[in-house]
């Protein structure tokens, strides 16, 4: 099975810089992903690692470390359409699957 | 074009009713999925089907059927409503089955009275 966790919430200002951690246990990792959803909208795909290390996409970025089970992503200048929830995802290779993790709500203030 | 599409977008019922929910990918992807979304926000698996054939069938009640005419289409019907089943139902694609990003339809919002 996974075991997929991360914050439930957290509060950050306009301008600043938020990490938002999770950490996973699958006994077939094949893909760790993050994903935005506005309130009322569908998931949409923000980063993907499936080696150790950082990536980045302009203002997000995401880490990982497989021998951890720890991913974070990092979000950079934050505007206020930044607020929304935050997901986590594993895909497993034994079963094909994405799970997600209950994700992460952000709220950014001015 | 929309690339996940689903139908309806909100859904009203009575307990015991029976009701679907279609879905339609036009990216040309082999792997279809339908998640639940739970009040908690919650997105839990419901299941997979790859090419047609189904991958993954979670413990969700047989009251549930996934229905795939072909590689485009992932159906949902639901028998017997019941109060729980309110939640919001996305249907999403990937290119294969086991790699790639999830593309989520704009989801269907059921509520049962």
């Known amino acids: 099975g996974q075991n997929i966790d991360q914050p439930t919430e957290m509060t950050a200002t306009e301008g600043a810089i938020v990490q938002i951690n999770c950490t996973y246990q699958?006994?077939?990792?094949?893909?760790l992903f993050w994903y935005q959803q506005h309130a009322g909208e569908a998931p949409t795909f923000l980063s993907y690692n499936v080696l150790d290390g950082l990536e980045e996409k302009g203002r997000f970025s995401s880490f990982l470390s497989r021998s951890k089970g720890y991913s974070y992503l990092l979000l950079k200048e934050l505007q206020m359409k930044d607020s929304a929830s935050y997901l986590c995802a594993v895909r497993d290779r034994n079963n094909n699957d994405m799970r997600f993790g209950a994700g992460t709500r952000l709220t950014v203030k001015p | 074009d929309t690339a996940v599409s689903q139908t309806p977008k909100y859904l009203v019922t009575q307990m015991g009713n029976d009701k679907s929910i279609k879905c339609e990918q036009n990216l040309g992807h082999d792997t279809m999925y339908w998640y639940k979304q739970d009040s908690k926000k919650f997105l839990k698996i419901m299941f997979s089907?790859?090419?047609?054939?189904?991958?993954i069938n979670e413990t969700v009640p047989n009251r549930f059927s996934p229905k795939s005419p072909d590689k485009a289409h992932l159906n949902l019907h639901i028998n017997s409503l019941e109060l729980g089943d309110s939640a919001v139902y996305f249907c999403?694609?990937?290119?294969?089955?086991?790699?790639?990003?999830?593309?989520f339809g704009e989801g269907s919002r059921l509520t049962v009275l």
């Open positions: 699958t006994s077939g990792f094949n893909g």
């Open positions: 089907y790859n090419n047609k054939e189904l991958i």
């Open positions: 999403a694609s990937s290119q294969y089955l086991d790699t790639g990003e999830l593309f």
